[in-house]
C-alpha cells in the first residue's frame, strides 16, 4: 500500500534548539496511526514540522508530493488537516458560522450545500447550529474542530490529543467521528500520551523518544520494555 504521508529524516527546530532528528514515518489513505509518547518527546513538533510552521528540514511528501519548506496554506491545499490540542474554534462565533470557515473559499449555493452536508453528518452540532461555540461543552467543540477540519475535504488529517479533558461520552462521541472519517478513507495521524482514543480506533502505533521514532509497529506488540524506557512518567 503506497504512502499518502511520507516522512523521511524530518528535522525540526525551535530557534537554535533542535527537537526532531531524523523522522521516518509513513501513513496510507483510510489508516489511522497513533504517535505516542512521553510531554518534550517531539509529538507535536512534528505535526508542526509537517504544516509547515516550525523550521524543518528533510522529506515530507503528501500523494508523493514534496511540501517541506512550503506555506502552511500551499500544504493544506495539498490536502492536509490539522486539528491542533487546543481545538482553536472561534468562541464568539456560531456553530454554523465556525463551520463555514472551513470551507475554503467555497461560498453562495455550493457553500451552502457543503454547509448542510456537514451538518447532516454532525448531528450533534446540526442541532447546536446557531449556539456560539464558546458556550458549547468540551467534547462538542472537539468535534466542532474536527468537523471544521473536514469542511476542507482533507485526504491526511492530524489530530493532535483529542480526548485530554473531556468526559468518556464524549471521548466515545470523538471516537466514533474519527472512525467515520478513517472509514472514508481520510488518513489520520492520532496524536496522545495516553492512548485512550488508539486501541479503538487502530493497531498500529509509533512511539517517539527524544524526537525520533524509536517503535512502529503492532499497538498489542509494544512491550513493557519499551513502554517502560519512553512511556512511563517515571
Given at each position: 500500500m503506497s504512502a499518502l504521508l511520507d516522512l523521511r529524516g524530518v528535522r525540526a527546530w525551535y530557534g537554535a534548539q533542535p527537537v526532531l532528528d531524523g523522522v521516518d514515518l509513513a501513513l496510507a489513505a483510510g489508516e489511522t496511526l497513533?504517535?505516542?509518547?512521553?510531554?518534550?518527546?517531539?509529538?507535536?513538533?512534528?505535526?508542526?514540522?509537517?504544516?509547515g510552521l516550525v523550521r524543518?528540514?528533510?522529506?515530507?511528501?503528501?500523494?508523493?508530493?514534496?511540501?517541506?519548506g512550503?506555506?502552511?496554506?500551499?500544504?493544506?491545499?495539498?490536502g492536509l488537516a490539522y486539528v491542533a490540542e487546543s481545538r482553536d474554534v472561534f468562541p464568539l462565533l456560531s456553530v454554523r458560522d465556525n463551520l463555514r470557515l472551513g470551507?475554503?473559499?467555497?461560498?453562495g449555493a455550493a457553500g451552502r450545500a457543503a454547509l448542510e452536508r456537514l451538518l447532516a453528518r454532525f448531528p450533534l452540532l446540526a442541532a447546536r447550529a446557531d449556539v456560539k461555540a464558546g458556550r458549547l461543552s468540551?467534547?462538542?467543540?472537539?468535534?466542532?474542530?474536527?468537523?471544521?477540519?473536514?469542511?476542507?475535504?482533507?485526504r491526511v488529517l492530524i489530530v493532535d490529543e483529542p480526548a485530554e479533558g473531556l468526559a468518556p461520552l464524549a471521548v466515545e462521541q470523538v471516537g466514533a467521528c474519527l472512525d467515520a472519517l478513517r472509514a472514508d478513507g481520510v488518513a489520520?495521524?492520532?496524536?496522545?500520551?495516553?492512548?485512550?482514543?488508539?486501541?479503538?480506533?487502530?493497531?498500529?502505533?509509533a512511539v517517539m523518544g527524544r524526537g525520533r521514532i524509536v517503535y512502529d509497529g503492532a499497538l498489542d506488540a509494544l512491550d513493557g520494555t519499551v513502554a517502560d524506557a519512553w512511556l512511563s512518567a517515571g
Open positions: 497513533a504517535l505516542v509518547g512521553r510531554n518534550g518527546s517531539g509529538r507535536s513538533t512534528l505535526a508542526k514540522a509537517v504544516m524543518v528540514a528533510g522529506s515530507v511528501r503528501i500523494d508523493g508530493v514534496e511540501c517541506a512550503k506555506r502552511t496554506f500551499e500544504i493544506a491545499r495539498r470551507l475554503r473559499g467555497v461560498h468540551g467534547g462538542e467543540q472537539q468535534i466542532l474542530a474536527l468537523a471544521r477540519a473536514l469542511a476542507g475535504a482533507p489520520i495521524l492520532l496524536i496522545e500520551q495516553r492512548l485512550q482514543l488508539a486501541p479503538q480506533l487502530t493497531r498500529r502505533v
